[in-house]
């Protein structure tokens, strides 16, 4: 069984209908296993990034072998555009949760395509913007409220994402492993399984293999505002 493509609090990736349609008539199509990696830490910027199926996520891991889980970025999102307008070797990595289809556009093709286009340029910079505030947001997040407060609001935002894809009609079913949710918070995967538990001995959700199914919203919304 295929799993679900739907999740996350990860960086906003969308550009508008014009931009979005452009790029992927110049993209060519990337398939990805689980675990294959699209990039790594230091690789060269030479391509614009976005994900036509699947998850790809983005981490750094320590010497000591210790990843950290920067976000996780799903079907219709762009990405990896920093890299390309500094010129720096890529951050992070890029890796696939699931088998993944990726659009890839060359750097000089990018360009070609938008140098001379202040206002697909203005688009790329309000995108890396947005980036920059959702990072500072989760920073804040992380020092000032407490595991259940932060685990709430990344199931709230990922809600959030699912309805205005229209993905289902009733009920919030979305796709994420509990491993995913520890190295996003920088908690163990057993503080995360004890909160998810009590919410569903409390009815607010279900748990099941790599997959969260939310039955009270109302009540991870309020949680999630707690400091």
């Known amino acids: 069984m295929t799993p679900r493509q739907d999740i996350l609090p990860a960086p906003l990736g969308s550009l508008d209908a014009e ?17 294959e990696a699209l990039y790594l830490r230091g690789s060269p910027p030479d391509a614009l990034f976005c994900i036509d199926a699947g998850i790809v996520r983005l981490s750094v891991t320590s010497a000591g072998g210790r990843e950290a889980v920067l976000g996780l970025v ?63 947001a989760r920073m804040d997040h992380s020092r000032l409220q407490n ?15 699912e309805a205005e894809r229209s993905v289902v009609k009733s ?20 503080s995360i399984n004890k909160v998810l538990k009590s919410w569903e001995r409390q009815g607010i959700l279900q748990v099941s293999y790599r997959s969260i199914i939310v039955t009270d919203l109302q009540s991870l919304s309020i949680m999630a505002d707690e400091r």
């Open 19 to 35: 931009l979005d349609a452009l790029l992927r008539r110049h993209a060519r199509v990337v398939a990805l296993a689980p675990k």
């Open 74 to 136: 799903t079907a219709g999102h762009w990405f990896g555009e920093a890299s390309l307008f500094t010129g720096e070797p890529r951050g992070h990595d890029a890796v696939a949760v699931v088998d993944s289809q990726v659009l890839v556009v060359p750097r000089a093709t990018l360009h070609e395509l938008v140098d001379d286009q202040p206002d697909y340029l203005l688009q790329f910079l309000r995108l890396m913007g947005l980036r920059y505030r959702w990072t500072l």
């Open 147 to 161: 595991l259940p407060a932060r685990l709430a609001g990344i199931i709230v935002e990922a809600c959030r994402i």
């Open 171 to 190: 009920g919030a079913h979305i796709t994420i492993a509990q491993e995913d949710l520890a190295h996003i918070l920088g908690a163990s995967r057993q």
